[in-house]
């Protein structure tokens, strides 16, 4: 697609859009302050560095195909995520999970590591200018094998995994502090039974104890934000998850700790876009996990479709965007895995994007005055509004390719680099 030719449909489309007090400008400045976090597992099936060929699995953690390429080593890793990030507009975050540490090879406990063993991703990311987020990692570890971390019974696994959750704050702390952006740290265990338990109150009982131990330490709120996240059920935790989302609301509305939605940890029919609302009535703050469950929590590259769409309404329609983090959240081993960064990445800006087109004033005093069927026809009339003109210039104005043609460069990059990894 030529320059021209994105120019002269923008230009169509702007008019349009300002005849229904919508300026596009401003849609795109918007956009472009709006940062999404991508996840670094999906480079390398959640493998980590811990232990050269690890392949970490459990706790409801697995990514499904054998598409060749994966990264096997951080530099892989780093150069996968760089090619990914010249072809999506905006600058953005990275995500990384504590499994990821460079220990030059050597074998860390991981409630041993410390901010220097991510100081080569803090540099990395400094030279990029983006922030990063963190993770613990409770699961695919000898201590995790029973299926229990933070709310285990033996105090003495509870301590060790207590441990852990200290060290990631004091990494996220490092991160952001050397970064001058704030880093979510975010915590999720895999904690929970396969069949009907008896007591379901202590291992929560547990989990608090253990949670209160992590976040005593004061950590300033410009260098890291806590977050708690819940799940409905794993694999091999089917019947009980400790940490539920009631369990998980009611910790982060009483500790005041930004709450993560996760798009797959839910029953088949909940909908986090239907949360938003109530969530940032009661919490400091929200992050999102933005992934596709198909059937289950299967972690599918996320599509536009329309609980993508929905999610992205409700974040710009709220109008608390400086109190909401957007990350990515999926696996697929069964594509090229730079690809699956960039559709997904692209997709969740495409949905913000139509967000942003939104005549939101006009559509609320319609709904204030009751007035129903306007409210219907409207939204009807805006599916088929000109955003993705808006898109390609917003393209053009980043400097990525618009349209497919940035599937070209990584089918080019595929062939160079990717095909040549055994």
């Known amino acids: 697609m030529s320059q021209k030719s994105i120019e002269k449909a923008y230009a169509l489309a702007k008019e349009q859009y300002a005849a229904i007090q919508v300026n596009s ?18 480079g ?18 697995q990514a499904t195909g054998n ?6 080593s951080i530099d892989e890793l780093r150069r996968d995520i760089e090619t990914a990030m010249r072809l999506i507009p905006g600058k953005h975050r990275l995500n990384l999970h504590a499994c990821y540490l460079d220990n030059r090879g050597k074998q860390i406990d991981r409630a041993q590591i410390t901010p220097a063993h991510f100081k ?28 229990f971390t933070l709310s285990h019974p033996d105090k003495g696994i ?30 999720w265990i895999p904690d929970g039974y396969k069949d009907i338990p008896v007591d379901r109150m202590a291992p929560r009982q547990r989990l608090t104890e253990a949670l209160d131990t992590i976040f005593a330490e004061k950590i300033n709120p410009k260098y890291n934000l806590d977050a708690v996240e819940s799940k409905l059920f794993g694999i091999g935790a089917e019947s009980y998850t400790v940490g539920s989302h009631e ?18 940890h839910f029953h088949p029919t909940e909908k986090i876009s239907e949360k938003i609302s109530s969530v940032l009535l ?41 109190r909401i983090f957007i990350g990515l959240d999926y696996f697929d081993a069964s594509i090229n895995r730079v690809a699956a960064w960039v559709i997904g990445m692209r997709n969740m800006l495409k949905a913000l994007l139509i967000a942003l087109l939104e005549p939101t004033a006009a559509l609320r005093k319609i709904e204030r005055e009751m007035d129903y069927t306007q409210r219907l026809a409207m939204l009807e009339e805006l599916r088929s509004m000109p955003w993705a003109a808006v898109w390609d210039y917003y393209c053009f104005q980043k400097g990525v390719p618009a349209g497919r043609a940035w599937f070209g460069e990584v089918k080019r990059y595929e ?5 040549k990894r055994t």
């Open 120 to 147: 080569s991703w803090i540099d990395w990311a400094k030279g990029h200018k983006i922030g990063l987020d963190f993770n613990p990692t409770y699961f695919s570890h000898p201590k995790a094998a029973d299926g």
């Open 158 to 187: 509870r301590e060790y995994w207590i441990q852990h959750g200290i060290a990631c704050r004091r990494i996220g702390a490092a991160m952001g502090r050397q970064l001058g952006s704030p880093t979510v740290t975010n915590f």
């Open 44 to 61: 390398d099936d959640v493998g980590g560095f811990e232990t050269a060929g690890a392949e970490l699995s459990g706790g409801g953690i």
């Open 415 to 419: 062939k160079e680099v990717l095909s």
């Open 247 to 264: 369990y998980y609301m009611g910790y982060a509305v009483s500790r005041g700790k930004l709450l993560c939605l996760d798009a797959g």
């Open 282 to 322: 009661f919490c400091p703050g929200l992050l999102l996990h933005v992934s596709r469950p198909v059937r289950w929590d299967s972690d599918h590259v996320i599509i536009l479709d329309e609980e993508l769409q929905t999610i992205a309404r409700e974040l710009v329609r709220n109008g608390r965007l400086d």
């Open 25 to 42: 400008d401003s849609a795109l400045r918007k956009l472009a302050a709006i940062p999404i976090s991508m996840h670094c597992w999906q």
């Open 67 to 72: 598409y060749p390429g994966k990264a096997r």
